[in-house]
């Protein structure tokens, strides 16, 4: 499985962004997907993730700021971010459960929060 993470940026505070995940090379309809992202000198943590059913699941601190979704038909996870913070800045990756339990990670996509 591939992912490629898209769509970061700067922005202020109280903002929003898009950020875009486009899988190739699986069978994108009967995978969970999750969102983590690392703050400068902080370990990666668990931001939401969605199911094959489309069960969504959120860290308490994005709840009801975040929203995550998926197009099968695009094979693309997306994470939608409003209400921005500062302390949402970081690196944004996607990933499966198989790639999130051997550790292997894409590439990310940089979000900046201004305050």
């Known amino acids: 499985v591939q992912l490629q993470a898209s769509g970061g940026g700067l922005v202020q505070a109280g903002g929003s962004l898009t950020l875009s995940c486009k899988v190739s090379?699986?069978?994108?309809?009967?995978?969970?997907f999750s969102w983590s992202r690392q703050a400068p000198g902080k370990q990666r943590a668990f931001v939401p993730d969605?199911?094959?059913?489309?069960?969504?699941n959120y860290e308490d601190s994005v709840k009801g700021r975040f929203t995550i979704s998926r197009d099968n038909a695009k094979n693309t996870v997306y994470l939608q971010m409003r209400s921005l913070k500062p302390e949402d800045t970081g690196i944004y990756y996607c990933?499966?459960?198989?790639?999130?339990?051997?550790?292997?990670w894409g590439q990310g996509t940089q979000v900046t929060v201004s305050s």
């Open positions: 969605i199911t094959s059913r489309n069960m969504e």
């Open positions: 090379g699986s069978t994108f309809s009967a995978l969970t």
């Open positions: 990933n499966t459960v198989a790639g999130l339990l051997k550790n292997s």
